[in-house]
């Protein structure tokens, strides 16, 4: 899951239902060893996030034929990037499309793909809609992009593109929903490709939404993931990312 970090949490995920707090005597109490764990997993977090701090934030994947500078993954945002083999598979794919100088990228809260895709095609007209401002680094390249308000983008990009690539920052119906319009905001009227990368429990969603199918080719993060990822398309690739999946 590339993930750029939304504006705000699901409400579920604190408080009740309603969003108020629950009373003092039914909130549930944590064991000695829970607690301990938390505070350990809280410890590592802050170092990493200043070992982050102090060397400028930065990382550093390295390819079979190429090493690509990146921003520390922050948990906090829930970022996760991919492997360079996927990153580059996938910036391949996206130059192959690419059949004249007029074709545009999107790269929707998938920020190593655009690292990839400008270090191995420097001349590539690629935007990155990212909602961490770390990647403003990137100058005119970069776009402000929060997921909870999936229009609310310069008018100039609308219906600009005709490759939009685009990772969800969760894995919700909502979140999917939301990024959808996003992709429809971006994409050429009459000519795009789409390209999604997201788990595989959205395949059914993707297929609604957008019209999109699996591919064989299955992403992978440098963090190794739990959750099975998939790259979904609305055209059959071919021989290439081993074709639709059957």
Same mark, same amino acid.
């Given at each position: ?19 108020? &707090? ?12 829970? =607690?301990?764990?938390?505070?350990? *997993? ?12 102090? $060397? ?31 990153? +580059? ?6 130059? $192959? ?23 191995? /095609? ?18 005119? $390249? ?15 990009? +609308? ?7 685009? $990772?969800?920052?969760?894995?919700? &119906? ?21 390209? =999604? ?14 019209? =999109? ?15 099975? *990822?998939?790259?979904?398309?609305? /055209? ?11």
């Amino acid at each position: 899951m590339e993930r750029g970090p939304p504006s705000k949490l699901p409400e579920h995920e604190f408080g009740t239902e309603n969003g108020e &707090q629950a009373e003092d005597d039914d909130q549930p109490m944590l064991s000695a060893h829970a =607690l301990q764990a938390l505070k350990e *997993f809280l410890t590592e977090q802050n170092q990493l996030s200043a070992a982050a701090d102090e $060397d400028g934030g930065t990382t550093t994947e390295s390819g079979s034929d190429t090493t690509v500078s990146l921003v520390k993954e922050d948990w906090r945002m829930s970022q996760f990037w991919y492997d360079p083999e996927t990153a +580059q598979t996938v910036a391949a794919e996206v130059a $192959d499309l690419c059949k004249s100088d007029d074709f545009r990228v999107a790269c929707v809260a998938c920020p190593t793909l655009y690292a990839y895709l400008k270090k191995l /095609y420097p001349n590539a007209s690629v935007q990155l809609l990212e909602y961490d401002m770390r990647f403003e680094q990137y100058g005119s $390249d970069f776009t402000f992009y929060d997921y909870n308000q999936p229009k609310d983008l310069p008018d100039a990009l +609308q219906h600009s593109y005709k490759i939009v690539v685009a $990772d969800p920052p969760y894995l919700s &119906q909502e979140c999917l929903e939301k990024v959808a319009q996003t992709i429809s905001f971006l994409a050429h009227p009459t000519e795009s490709y789409v390209l =999604l990368l997201t788990g595989d429990v959205q395949k059914d969603r993707a297929a609604e939404l957008l019209g =999109l199918r699996p591919c064989v080719f299955r992403p992978q993060h440098a963090s190794k993931l739990g959750n099975e *990822f998939r790259l979904f398309t609305n /055209y059959n690739p071919g021989v290439r990312l081993g074709g639709w999946e059957q």
